[in-house]
């Protein structure tokens, strides 16, 4: 009998009420304009989330501690974006109260899928409007910028044209297509790839219209598909599907559907050693909606 192929569940349920979403972004493209002299490097790239999301919950607590009450293998307390977030915003507002920070994750680290962003960005927004802090987005997103480059965009919320370290945002309107995300048997090493001496650093700049007109690159494509073999395999199988592509440095990689039952085909074929899911891109993050629903 043959293996099954490990598939996430087909549609995600919607996030309870007491929880908060923290959804997963892709990057659509991403070109290495330049480096700075304190070693970060200038990018462009496209945000866009999709409606697979990590889910937290927070209990205030009258002590001011915060504590995290799962635990996360390899990632001590005190390096935990959440707890980091959480204590960037009472630090930055003098609030006394605490939180007890509970991460069910479905979003696999080191998959350039921005989980561990998303859960920061999250916590700041929940615990702003929980703790009663009275930040606004602008606030919210110069707070987060420390805590990773990724983190404004999942504050802000919009599907966006980035620039800089991926912190100056354009919101743009792109199309909302089906993806298939495979999630191969690795971790990319987001430090490794950016200090590898062969990464292209000096692309020519582009702009938002070589992205609508078809330029889906990704500069670290390359030093992703030498290193580390599963993800060569996850893109070579892509191929046979319209072509893959790397979000971030990855390991994650995906293909774009017109309609949802075209990306389930995909999904029964997968190879049975990749974790795949189907997930639909998202212009406007769960988060935003998940606001909008509160008294």
Not at 76 to 102: K, M, N, Q, S
């Amino acid at each position: 009998m043959s293996q099954r192929p490990m598939r996430e569940p087909l549609m995600i349920e919607p996030v309870p009420a007491s929880f908060w979403p923290a959804p997963a972004k892709l990057n659509l493209m991403l070109r290495i304009v330049g480096r700075r002299p304190d070693g970060y490097h200038e990018l462009q790239t496209v945000f866009q989330f999709i409606d697979r999301c990590d889910r937290l919950r927070f209990e205030v607590r009258e002590d001011g501690l915060i504590r995290r009450l799962v635990d996360v293998p390899g990632v001590a307390p005190e390096d935990d974006l959440t707890v980091r977030a959480a204590l960037t915003l009472r630090d930055a507002t003098g609030c006394r109260l605490g939180a007890d920070i509970r991460c069910e994750k479905l979003l696999p680290m080191g998959g350039g899928l921005g989980g561990g962003s998303s859960d920061a960005a999250t916590t700041l927004v929940a615990l702003n409007r929980l703790w009663a802090t009275g930040l606004d987005e602008d606030a919210l997103a110069k707070l987060a910028l420390p805590l990773g480059a990724d983190v404004p965009v999942f504050v802000r919320g919009f599907a966006a044209w980035g620039e800089g370290v991926g912190e100056r945002l354009t919101p743009v309107a792109l199309p909302e297509p089906w993806y298939l995300v495979l999630s191969p048997p690795c971790s990319v090493s987001t430090r490794d790839v950016f200090m590898h001496p062969e990464l292209t650093r000096d692309s020519v700049p582009a702009k938002l219209a070589d992205f609508v007109a078809g330029d889906v690159s990704n500069d670290c494509l390359s030093v992703v598909r030498r290193e580390y073999a599963p993800v060569a395999q996850a893109l070579d199988w892509l191929s046979g599907w319209g072509g893959g592509r790397l979000t971030g440095t990855g390991a994650c990689v995906f293909a774009v559907f017109d309609d949802r039952s075209q990306a389930l085909c995909a999904l029964e074929q997968c190879p049975p050693e990749m974790r795949a899911f189907v997930a639909r891109g998202l212009n406007r993050s769960p988060l935003l909606a998940h606001m909008e629903m509160l008294p």
